[in-house]
């Protein structure tokens, strides 16, 4: 007992205890503090993170531009647009680069960390929204902001996307609408196409009653150069859809990957196959003559069918085909349920011919319009809508001279 009386004495013994006693009170602070910040972020905080490859991801980035203005530290997202007269106009958004960024909405603290990491194939980016409380409503209306800031920014413009990798990107820059009579097809083509498209569109119901899964496809198929993709083009303006092209021949397209992004679509899109004559041949002359077509890539035919229709094939699409020659198609890619509805676009016809002289020179009477389809026609030539139009531009303005030398046209 005299010797631990004594050890109370001791200054050095004392100093130690005391250090001791401190370090642990620092401990316990420090956990506590970490656990009541743990609580604190799982009940008075709410936190939304969303990834690059999430379809709202560009949009999210929009509105962080349009709100998230005080930030010092910054990334340029550069936009290229098109104006009515078809220049293009560059615009430069900044917004908040990776790292952590703090502004008000609505009277709400949104905290922004935006994370980056560099993989083999991709960027792969995450962006966390972080505020006080516990209302989800608070991001979905952000969500909802974003979608229909972007939608205005793409407002009276056709959006085309191409598969990169297993994503859909978007190419280009937003085109703008082109009008759907800018592309004169024979008479009552385009109509019954437009209305075709527009029934499917109305009618989902009809398709869950009677059991019939809801997709519609489309074969144009026709002569190069007679306005299969123009129309396309004009098709989605018309419905207010983007485009997705699907190039079949690119030697890293395989079944796994053509499924991904058939299932992945962006909403309200036509998926285009352009020249898929040129991807797939008939089977029989596969056979035939194997080494011709060894070599055209991992995509299978039968993959491509599974994908248009098989069990894990999507809902709600619509899917455009496009080919200049028929006859090399096997017959199990554009039998019924897979393409619903075949349309020759041909050769110029009398009424496109008329149609497409009375557009380039509304000024001119009708009877030269009637003149210059009848020239044409008696040449005993098929002739192409885009020849025609390539006649024109050469000749735009001299109809005379145009319907003086119709014999031209068939040297284009």
């Not at 935006?114 to 929204?129: C, G, H, P, S």
């Not at 129309?231 to 989605?236: D, E, G, H, P």
């Not at 011709?292 to 619509?318: C, F, H, K, P």
């Not at 496109?352 to 001119?364: A, D, I, W």
Request: aromatic letters at 10%; hydrophobic letters at 40%; one cysteine or more.
């Amino acid at each position: 007992m005299e010797y631990i009386s004594t050890l109370g004495d001791n200054p050095y013994f004392g100093a130690g205890a005391g250090l001791f006693g401190i370090g642990i009170l620092a401990a316990t602070g420090r956990k506590s503090l970490q656990g009541a910040s743990i609580l604190f972020r799982r009940h008075c905080m709410i936190t939304m993170e969303v990834t690059s490859r999430d379809k709202s991801y560009h949009w999210l980035l929009q509105w962080i531009t349009k709100y998230g203005t005080k930030t010092q530290h910054l990334s340029v997202e550069t936009e290229f647009q098109q104006t009515a007269a078809g220049q293009i106009k560059t615009r430069f958004h900044f917004v908040p680069s990776p790292g952590n960024h703090y502004f008000w909405h609505k009277n709400n603290l949104i905290i922004v960390e935006r994370n980056r990491e560099n993989k083999i194939a991709e960027v792969f980016e995450t962006v966390t929204l972080t505020s006080f409380g516990r209302n989800r409503e608070m991001f979905m209306n952000i969500l909802d902001e974003a979608r229909s800031l972007a939608l205005l920014s793409t407002e009276g413009q056709t959006v085309m996307y191409t598969g990169y990798g297993s994503e859909w990107r978007a190419i280009g820059y937003p085109r703008r609408k082109r009008p759907l009579n800018s592309v004169v097809l024979d008479r009552g083509l385009s109509e019954h196409i437009l209305n075709d498209i527009q029934e499917f569109i109305d009618n989902p119901k009809w398709y869950l009653d009677r059991g019939i899964p809801y997709r519609r496809g489309y074969l144009l198929y026709g002569p190069p150069g007679c306005g299969k993709s123009s129309f396309i083009m004009a098709l989605a303006g018309a419905l207010d859809y983007s485009i997705c092209v699907l190039n079949l021949s690119d030697k890293g397209m395989s079944d796994d990957r053509l499924s991904h992004l058939l299932t992945n679509a962006p909403e309200q899109s036509i998926i285009l196959l352009e020249d898929i004559d040129a991807a797939f041949v008939s089977r029989d002359l596969a056979a035939e003559n194997p080494v011709v077509y060894q070599g055209m890539g991992r995509l299978t035919l039968s993959g491509l069918l599974n994908a248009l229709d098989g069990v894990a094939s999507t809902e709600a699409r619509i899917l455009f085909m496009t080919t200049n020659y028929i006859d090399r198609l096997d017959k199990a890619l554009i039998r019924p349920g897979r393409v619903d509805l075949k349309q020759v676009i041909d050769f110029a016809s009398e009424h496109q011919l008329t149609e497409m002289f009375r557009r380039f020179y509304p000024e001119e009477p009708e009877s030269s319009a009637k003149s210059f389809s009848a020239s044409v026609l008696s040449l005993d030539h098929p002739i192409s809508a885009a020849q025609v139009q390539g006649f024109f531009m050469l000749h735009k303005h001299d109809p005379d001279y145009v319907i003086a030398n119709v014999k031209d046209i068939v040297l284009l």
